[in-house]
């Protein structure tokens, strides 16, 4: 199992980039995907999760109503469209795979290898 995570860039606050997360090996459809930042000096944090499906949406308060998680289960590919960025979203994004929703890293089994989000005033 591989994923990696591709389409960072530097912005300036308000406007908008798309993340996209590839995934190679086992089925899929069968991993919830979520997407995680880590700013330098801070801990790793939960940014959004969807489920299996597709069907079941989950995101951290600071991104809600601003980011959208989406899958296509046909490509392999789930991407995370942020909209309204704001220079505290400049972090290293990961994605991940896991067996379930879930917010907490240690429940992910798979990760990428990050892409650099800097968004400046």
């Known amino acids: 199992v591989q994923l990696q995570a591709y389409g960072g860039g530097s912005v300036q606050a308000g406007g908008s980039l798309r993340l996209s997360c590839t995934y190679s090996g086992r089925t899929f459809s069968s991993y919830a995907v979520g997407w995680f930042r880590q700013a330098p000096g801070k801990e790793r944090e939960f940014v959004a999760v969807?489920?299996?499906?597709?069907?079941?949406?989950d995101y951290a308060e600071s991104v809600k109503g601003r980011f959208t998680i989406s899958r296509d289960n046909a490509k392999n590919t789930v991407a995370l469209q942020m909209n309204s960025l704001k220079p505290e979203d400049t972090a290293v994004y990961y994605c991940?795979?896991?067996?379930?929703?879930?917010?907490?890293?240690?429940?992910?089994?798979?990760w990428g290898q990050g892409t650099q989000v800097t968004v400046s005033s």
């Open positions: 991940a795979a896991g067996p379930s929703l879930a917010r907490a890293r240690v429940l992910y089994d798979y």
């Open positions: 969807i489920s299996r499906s597709g069907s079941i949406t």
